[in-house]
């Protein structure tokens, strides 16, 4: 790029981001800045308020306007000097950089002479240069005169500190004169010409600026130090004074060797041995800098002129010179007598040298007094740093909370620290950054997990971790991440220690990733501390980590050291002193403090004392449960019996108790503290609501047993958000912590996780798992999917126990919010509790008695706002009444109310919503940029009173971050109705997506975005526990109503263009403008969802149903008459439709994770609505017999009237196959059926959500519209004309079918009709249909399909009727399923499963071929089961079992599962659980009509004997198993993935029961 070639003005975009990675901007920033078009002439006028608006941190803020601003100046100063001369020096064309002067003002000395020239770098950055070009190497430059350079403090005089640094363009002191002789004066010189130029100009230069101060000193008897590579107050006028540039050392005894030399030739001779004594050898101090750059030094000399030394002598020097033309030094001709004037070193003139001389004996005893002085001991007052340590590590508190997180830097720690550092043991360690590569052997990490489970890392792997989940993952807050920077030497992989140049080459890349995505996307500001402890001698990585973190956080205010060693530290600070002063490094630091004291401290100020936790235990007593072992289940919050009671009660200030408690009262879910400091009487009791005694009660009635004996059982709390339900839960567990493992489960984790942990508590310390306790587990605001597949879970893990107690083995206290408690209750009496905000006469009292009690404790009711309310019953009067006097006097246009209305808006439509308080700070200015000296600042303190009223802030238990709601959902919707007078909240949700700071705020974005797409799409649904089933979000839905469509449309497009163009938004868009009857508007958004999701099935059943509608709304709704062309747009509209929907099938069929079926539905529905269309044309109009003649006969076969056989002349051919797909899409439906049980899904919003029949009863559904498929495809006329042609064959199949024998699922529906008889007869009916010899009349394979199982059915109805066929016949007929070899449907296969099921009566001798015949068939059920399945978890389609093995033969040995569930008792609930425990198979009408069949386990595989020959049987749950080698017995079911088992039990073995649910 050749921007270095023009002037800033003329800088596109790309010249300004090759400038910008030249100087070292992050790439992020870059790309932001490249996007707002930044080009030169935008650079120039660049400002902070814009960088900050475009979300640049302060730390790449400052950087770039400094190097903006030092462009700027070089370009001024270089544009004269290309004017005044176009030609270089050599005659060829000068070129001019903006950022490269060619050259700068000369520099001079304080004694006159030529000092050096500024030093060279290795950087392309620029510097003045004096006398000589600079070289392309250097990268020293002057900085402009309005930037502050950082002040540093001079090397300590006389120090030989190896590891004191100094920092490249920081300033030291001024130079001094002399003050009390012992403090040393300073001189500064640059030398950087100097040092450049060979040695023997470099010596005599060094020498002469050397000897003068030293001279000077020792006349005047003052210690001093003059430094080379130290600009000056007179040198070069680009530079500061006493800025630090360093100069480049090529050979180190160079300048020693020159103050030997010359010591000798400018000193008198007597005098040559005391100033070799006064003046101390050289000292290299090294230049350390952020920036690359090559080695530079700051050459440092000490003179001490002692008063033993230099008593009653003046000090006269020759000073040599170089003389350029001779090319040889000389010395002055006369000697000379030096003196040191204020900060200067100046020649004492001949008029003063008799005075001066006479002066020097009271020099002398000036001197010798001072040095008396200096030899008396200073007492240093000591600090008091278990104080400053208290305050550091608790971000100036005085006590120890969980509030914050700890990271923690360190290194090698010594066995003699390991028992020092028990203090890390309580601390809340996110992560460890550990340089000890045998950290996990004998080190820090060894130590730590003998008490706290750890997961280890190495930082590219910690980095994958971290990145791989969106939000990250639960694990990395719940466990502490151990991170091997440096290697493990136990490792036995590839990753092993490596040096300190090796590190910085491999590895340090990777720890500037971790650390920019803890502190950037992971961890918010002010949340956590980063330790540094430093337990051995420091190394550069650990330097490194430091800057990183520093540069990360904008500053020290959340790091600090803790070093007991003096000199670890001072080593570790001189080389950190790059990135910060020393004296801000001290501040943070605590240094020299043993660690044994450290440790004391640190423990004295938990809250806490160490004593270990305990659990009940079955036999009466406790167990201990280590921090370790409770760690391993993380996702499980324990509630031990002896929770809170280590709790140092007297640290607990009188503030800290009742902020606790009024944070309860004022909304905050409840906290085991609270109960315990009501127990302890530390505060006022906590009212127990009549709802807890009930909950306890039903409690007590599981434990008993007196209700159903389920493995796994259920206490259900439905309540009213705010009336308590969370808390009564909470008392329950707490009532019975003394007596039962508690939990608390973390819904963040999957289930299969939290199970494992279940059992590993249950477990834990128990002698006999068969009969320890039931394990109390409380989950909250779940969702029904992952409590069913917990439920699951947790019933196949006691399936494979051997436990036969009264008690079930967990308990699932369910806590749930919904808007309709009482009628949940109803549904399900025994285990369900509801939480209103209705009080009873009795509750009304404890709670008005309570409001008082916190009023006489200066609790202002305004600020325990849900309490007030709940006394108050939240009756809507009340709470818009407390709202209008909480707004009065708001501010209606604050950035206050502006984020009150936005919370408002969520809470009031998206269930459990907040925003983060990390998203609150930004958008109020504050958080990231404020000044560091604001770092305590409150967030409630920055707040209006009102807004302080109504927010309430919380930590979710599913993240990590502090968050901010409304106190209660309907003070929420009063404040979104009395603030919305003014600003619709159509408008207020535009404001919202258009507020850039909230969605580019890093923390908490994934749950903030995910809050704004629910507010948006999130539909209402009663199973979820809202008001009702909503079309669209209620937020939507209310804009439509409240305000018009117009407006939600607008809402919906603004949320599709400011979340990336979602294409779900689109979808929302096209069901909102079909809904509505703005069908082309709606083809258009559902066009656009499809462009982005091509392959989404259920994008692609949006658009079948936008033409759906639009065909419904032509057919139904315009009434006008129909012409021939409007007939034709109709049927080409249900076409299309149709298309779409075949389209929306074959992506679903290629979605591997789930099933939507939406598109077969949906073609059924507008193939039938198409088929009654066609009835009403004219062209085909009804016979006076009411048959649909012309009809049947244009769709069935070849014919076309010659009215349309032109006009319609692009539809024959779609209409004439339109029987063939209806078909298929009936098939395919009637095969799902056939396979799975027919629970709702709620997998995905899809738009078969409202046709309540086609979800809840799909069965009838599939029924109902088969008759009316069936009803067009019927003519007697019809058959007469054709005479047994295929026509006539058609339509005594869709005769059959109209009679419900259309396909098997509609077949075996008759067996769940209530009145058998008349099925019987139905199924007698559809049997006369067929031939009367079906053995010769040789069917179709669908037609035989259909046939068998006619008869299957009516065997099960009616076992005795005339119609029936025998088992043998049924065998004959179904030969062709095993003999024909090409496929056949799976109903085929399960039909053979049923008819050669080894029976008493037909297969008295057995026959191998029979085993044959039944092995082939459950080999491809299962490969044709796991070809639907494809890759969806069994949990969500759980295969549907048809029949059972019964006592009898032939065909009254198989027994529907309809006769079954009808022999089991209570409500729909109740059942289903019966059948998921297993218990149906306790009840005695059940199994005295089915029948045990024997078999055997091998390696938990399950067998049975068939008429010779091993079988397979399927056991749903495999644990239900025995392990081992078993003789067992159980229920045999027949479904479409083979023969299945069910109640398995070992034989002999009654009381060791194993069942499997269903």
């Not at 607990?652 to 309860?664: A, C, L, R």
Request: hydrophobic share 35%; proline share 4%; with cysteine.
């Amino acid at each position: 790029m050749d921007y270095p070639t023009l002037p800033v003005s003329d800088w596109d975009e790309n010249h300004v981001k090759c400038w910008l990675e030249s100087i070292g901007i992050k790439k992020e920033c870059i790309d932001k800045l490249y996007t707002e078009e930044v080009t030169g002439p935008v650079l120039m006028e660049l400002d902070k308020p814009f960088l900050k608006e475009i979300g640049m941190k302060k730390g790449q803020m400052q950087l770039l306007i400094r190097k903006r601003n030092e462009l700027l100046q070089l370009q001024d100063h270089a544009q004269p000097a290309a004017s005044s001369s176009s030609k270089a020096p050599d005659g060829r064309e000068a070129q001019t950089a903006p950022g490269t002067p060619r050259s700068a003002p000369a520099q001079s000395t304080a004694g006159g002479g030529s000092s050096g020239a500024t030093g060279t770098t290795s950087t392309g950055s620029t510097a003045p240069a004096s006398g000589d070009r600079q070289s392309s190497s250097d990268n020293t430059q002057p900085q402009g005169p309005e930037e502050a350079l950082e002040v540093r403090t001079c090397r300590p005089f006389r120090s030989q500190d190896v590891d004191f640094k100094y920092v490249k363009d920081t300033v030291l002191v001024p130079e001094s004169g002399v003050t009390d002789l012992i403090i040393p004066c300073h001189e500064y010189k640059s030398l950087d010409t100097a040092s450049k130029l060979n040695k023997k100009q470099l010596q005599a230069k060094f020498a002469s600026e050397l000897i003068r101060f030293a001279s000077a000193c020792m006349n005047i008897r003052t210690n001093g130090t003059i430094h080379f590579g130290v600009m000056d107050s007179v040198e070069n006028k680009g530079w500061k004074h006493g800025q630090v540039v360093g100069i480049k050392v090529k050979n180190r005894e160079d300048y020693v060797e020159a103050l030997d030399l010359y010591v000798e030739k400018c000193f008198c001779d007597n005098l040559q041995e005391t100033a070799r004594k006064c003046i101390h050898p050289p000292v290299f101090i090294e230049v350390i800098s952020k920036a690359p750059q090559e080695q530079r030094f700051v050459v440092e000399v000490d003179i001490e002129p002692t008063h033993t030394l230099v008593k009653k002598s003046c000090f006269e020097v020759c000073l040599p010179n170089y003389n350029e033309s001779s090319h040889k030094v000389t010395l002055t001709k006369e000697p000379e007598l030096y003196q040191r004037v204020g900060a200067k070193s100046e020649l004492v003139q001949r008029n003063k040298l008799t005075a001066f001389i006479q002066a020097m004996p009271d020099r002398d005893a000036q001197r010798e007094k001072a040095e008396l002085s200096s030899t008396q001991v200073h007492t240093e007052i000591p600090q008091d740093l278990g104080r400053k340590l208290s305050i550091l590590l608790n971000d100036g508190k005085s006590y120890m909370d969980d509030s914050l997180r700890y990271i923690l830097v360190t290194n090698r720690c010594e066995q003699d620290h390991l028992n020092y550092i028990n203090f890390l043991m309580h601390l809340n360690i996110f992560c460890v950054f550990d340089f000890d590569e045998h950290s996990n052997v004998s080190g820090l990490c060894s130590k730590y997990k003998e008490h706290h489970e750890a997961s280890s890392y190495f930082l590219q792997d910690f980095f994958k971790a971290i990145k791989a989940d969106a939000p990250p993952s639960q694990k990395l807050f719940d466990q502490t991440s151990w991170i091997f920077c440096n290697g493990r030497s136990d490792f036995l992989g590839d990753e092993k220690p490596c040096d300190e140049n090796t590190w910085i080459r491999t590895k340090k890349k990777h720890l500037k990733k971790v650390i920019t995505c803890i502190c950037e996307e992971i961890l918010p500001e002010r949340s956590f501390i980063v330790l540094f402890l430093f337990l051995s001698p420091v190394q550069k990585p650990l330097v490194d980590t430091f800057q990183e973190f520093y540069t990360e956080m904008n500053g020290m205010d959340y790091i600090i050291c803790i070093a007991e060693s003096r000199e670890n530290y001072a080593r570790w600070a001189n080389l950190a002193q790059a990135s910060c002063s020393i004296e801000t490094l001290e501040q943070r630091s605590v240094v020299g403090m043993k660690l044994s004291h450290i440790d004391a401290t640190v423990q004295a100020m938990l809250p806490s004392t160490a004593q270990p936790r305990h659990l009940p235990v079955s036999t009466g007593g406790v167990c201990i449960l280590p921090s370790r072992e409770e760690e391993k289940l993380y996702s499980l919050e324990i509630l031990c019996a002896d929770q809170c009671d280590d709790i140092k009660s007297d640290l607990w200030t009188k503030e800290q108790i009742q902020e606790t408690e009024q944070n309860f009262y004022r909304g905050r879910k409840i906290i085991w503290e609270n109960l315990w400091l009501a127990d302890k009487r530390l505060c006022g009791d906590i009212i127990e609501r009549e709802a807890c005694k009930d909950a306890s009660k039903l409690l007590d009635g599981i434990l008993r047993g007196s209700v159903l004996n389920y493995p796994v059982a259920k206490l259900k709390i439905f309540h009213h958000p705010g009336s308590g339900g969370s808390t009564i839960a909470r008392q329950v567990l707490w009532k019975s912590r003394k007596n039962f493992r508690c939990a608390v489960i973390k819904t963040s984790y999957s289930p299969s996780t939290v199970c494992n942990h279940v059992l590993a508590l249950k477990d834990y310390e128990e002698r006999e798992i068969t009969h320890c306790f039931p394990v109390l587990l409380l989950i909250e605001d779940y969702d029904d999917e992952y409590f069913e597949e917990l439920q699951s879970e947790l019933l196949e893990a006691a399936a494979t126990r051997k436990m036969n107690t009264p008690r079930p083995h967990f308990i699932l206290i369910c806590c749930r919010r919904c808007n309709d408690p009482e009628s949940l209750c109803k549904a399900s009496p025994l285990d369900t509790v509801a939480v209103t905000h209705k009080l009873t006469e009795s509750e009304k009292s404890l709670f008005n008695t309570k409001l008082e009690k916190l009023k006489q404790k200066d609790v202002k009711p305004e600020f325990i706002l849900t309490f007030v309310l709940m006394c108050e019953e939240f009756s809507a009067t009340y709470v818009s009444h407390v709202v209008a006097n909480i707004l009065q006097g708001i501010d209606p246009h604050s950035r206050d109310t502006c984020l009150v209305r936005y919370v408002a808006l969520l809470n009031c439509y998206v269930p459990n919503s907040y925003i983060s308080l990390s998203h609150c700070e930004a958008f109020l200015g504050l958080g990231a940029y404020i000044e560091s000296k604001s770092r305590a600042y409150d967030f409630k303190h920055r707040l209006s009173e009102q807004a302080r009223m109504i927010f309430i802030e919380l930590r979710e238990s599913t993240t990590y971050i502090s968050s901010v709601r409304i106190i209660h959902c309907l003070v929420a919707k009063e404040i979104l109705h009395q603030l919305s007078v003014n600003e619709s909240q159509s408008q207020l949700a535009i404001n919202l997506l258009q507020e850039k700071t909230l969605f580019e705020n890093r923390f908490g974005r994934e749950e903030f975005i995910k809050f704004i797409k629910h507010l948006f799409i999130r539909r209402g649904k009663r199973s979820r526990g809202d008001n009702t089933d909503t079309l669209f979000s209620p937020f939507i839905e209310h804009v439509w109503k409240a305000e018009d469509c117009e407006k939600a449309i607008a809402v919906l497009k603004a949320g599709y263009e400011l979340l990336g163009k979602d294409p779900f938004f689109a979808q929302q868009l096209a069901r909102l403008n079909y809904s509505n009857k703005k069908f082309e508007d709606a083809k258009q958004w559902a066009e656009t969802a499809k462009a982005h999701l091509p392959h989404d099935s259920f994008i692609l059943d949006t658009e079948g149903q936008v033409y759906r509608r639009w065909f419904s709304f032509r057919v139904d709704e315009m009434t006008e008459g129909d012409t021939p062309e409007t007939i034709i747009e109709k049927i080409e509209i249900a076409l299309k439709a149709m298309k779409c929907f075949r389209a929306a099938q074959e992506a679903a069929k290629a979605e591997r994770d789930i099933m939507n079926n939406a598109g077969f539905h949906g073609e059924v529905e507008v193939g039938c609505r198409l088929l009654r269309f066609l009835s009403t044309v004219p062209v085909f109009q009804r016979s006076p017999e009411g048959e649909y003649t012309e009809l049947v006969k244009y769709l069935t076969t070849d014919y076309i009237p010659e009215e349309i056989k032109k006009t319609w002349g692009n539809l024959h051919s779609r209409l004439k196959g339109l029987r063939q797909n209806l078909y298929n899409a009936l098939e395919w439906i009637s095969e799902e059926l056939s396979y799975f049980q027919t629970d709702k899904n709620q997998d995905k919003d899809d738009e078969s959500d409202k046709k309540e029949e086609q979800i809840y009863n799909p069965r009838k559904w599939l029924k109902r519209q088969s008759e009316v498929y069936a009803k067009y495809f019927i003519s007697a006329s019809l058959i007469e004309e054709r005479n047994n042609g295929p026509e006539t064959e058609l339509v005594r199949r869709m005769t059959i079918y109209k009679s419900g024998g259309g396909n098997v699922t509609n077949i075996l529906y008759f067996l769940t009709d209530k009145k058998e008889s008349r099925s019987a007869e139905k199924l007698e009916s559809i049997l006369s249909f067929y031939p009367d010899n079906p053995l010769s009349d040789r069917l179709e394979d669908n037609d035989l399909i259909n046939y068998i199982f006619c008869h299957i059915t009516l065997a099960c109805l009616a076992p005795g009727s005339a119609k029936l066929l025998p088992l043998q016949t049924l065998r004959e007929l179904s030969t062709r399923f095993f003999k024909v070899k090409r496929p056949f449907p799976a109903s085929a296969y399960f039909l053979l499963t049923l008819l050669y099921w080894p029976d008493e009566a037909l297969d008295k001798e057995h026959n191998p071929d029979k085993d044959e015949i039944l092995t082939s068939a459950l080999q491809t059920l299962k490969r044709l089961y796991d070809i639907k399945m494809k890759d969806v978890p069994t949990r969500k389609r759980r295969i549907y079992t048809h029949f059972f093995l019964g006592k009898g033969y032939g065909l009254s040995k198989i027994v529907q599962k309809a006769k079954i569930d009808k022999l089991i008792t209570g409500p729909l609930d109740e059942r289903r659980m019966k059948w998921l425990n297993g218990t149906v198979w306790n009840i005695s009408s059940i199994s005295d009509n089915l029948k045990r069949v024997s078999g055997w386990t091998e390696d938990r595989n399950l067998f049975t004997k068939g008429h010779k020959k091993k079988l397979p049987i399927l056991a749903l749950h495999r644990e239900s198993v025995p392990l081992g080698n078993e003789n067992v017995t159980f229920y045999l079911g027949f479904s479409f993935n083979g023969l299945v088992a069910f109640n398995i039990e070992v034989e002999n073995d009654a009381g060791c029961s194993r069942t499997s649910g269903v």
